[in-house]
């Protein structure tokens, strides 16, 4: 039995990541200091569209690893393949990365200063693209490797019943079965829904799939992911010993 706070994507947000982390903290100084098993657990999508995925990075590197479980998102996926990409595959990689709003997560290392691959009008070529990857130092792209070179991208709470992960889960599907593409990328209508529970059993709990205002809780679901990176609020939900406790938002 444990205390979870998740934390849905955050896409380069990071005063709002700063707001939540911070209410979070006061939260657990408040009602949980006495208990040794409370975890915050962040369910991917760090990079990406928002103005500051690079501090955003920057501040996951440096949490505590005994009290923060810190999950991969298709958007560092898709990041990490551009970072380490060889140049035979450095254009494929660029564009599926750009066109998931790798230019601003770029742009957050670049300090203001200005680079050809930020011009709206830049064609494609090996030189600036090689160029653009050094703007990313060697820590994030280790951050990035070790947070993708996990054969279990999730976390899995037996006592409690309940699976962390970013995308979902295929529900007709064995734990042992699911693919990374399902953890990373999947969007099954029935379990988004409600109207499917996992073969499992367990309460699946995400982001990923933006679902408006106010996280989605049902019995067998929850998707924390507000979009804050669109306007939106940037969400945290509670779960003590299994149960759902609350929301909090910044």
Same mark, same amino acid.
Request: charged letters at 20%; glycine letters at 10%.
């Given at each position: 039995m444990a205390v979870y706070f998740a934390i849905g994507d955050v896409h380069g947000c990071l005063a709002e990541l700063l707001d939540l982390y911070s209410l979070i903290e006061k939260k657990i100084e408040e009602e949980f200091s006495h208990r040794s098993d409370v975890f915050i657990v962040f369910l991917g999508d760090y990079v990406? $569209?928002?103005p500051n995925s690079k501090s955003v990075i920057e501040f996951l590197i440096h949490l505590d690893p005994d009290r923060h479980i810190v999950l991969p998102g298709n958007h560092e996926q898709v990041m990490l393949d551009f970072v380490t990409a060889d140049q035979d595959h450095l254009l494929r990689? =660029? =564009?599926i990365w750009f066109q998931n709003g790798g230019i601003a997560t770029l742009a957050s290392y670049a300090s203001g200063q200005s680079h050809p691959v930020f011009n709206p009008h830049f064609h494609h070529d090996l030189a600036t693209l090689n160029s653009a990857k050094a703007l990313v130092p060697d820590i994030h792209k280790a951050f990035l490797t070790k947070l993708l070179d996990n054969r279990h /991208?999730?976390?899995k709470d037996d006592k409690d019943q309940l699976?962390?992960?970013?995308a979902?889960?295929? /529900? =007709?599907? $064995?734990?042992?079965e699911?693919?990374?593409?399902?953890f990373l990328w999947s969007r099954h209508? =029935?379990?988004?829904?409600g109207s499917a529970t996992w073969i499992e059993e367990l309460l699946v709990i995400s982001g990923h799939t933006p679902i408006g205002d106010h996280p989605l809780i049902n019995t067998n679901r929850i998707n924390v992911d507000t979009g804050v990176v669109y306007g939106g609020k940037l969400s945290a939900v509670l779960l003590?010993?299994?149960?759902?406790?609350g929301v909090r938002q910044a």
């Open positions: 990406d $569209r928002g990689t =660029s =564009s /991208p999730y976390l699976f962390f992960v970013h979902g889960v295929n /529900p =007709s599907k $064995r734990l042992g699911q693919s990374l593409q399902d209508a =029935s379990l988004l829904d003590v010993d299994g149960i759902v406790r």
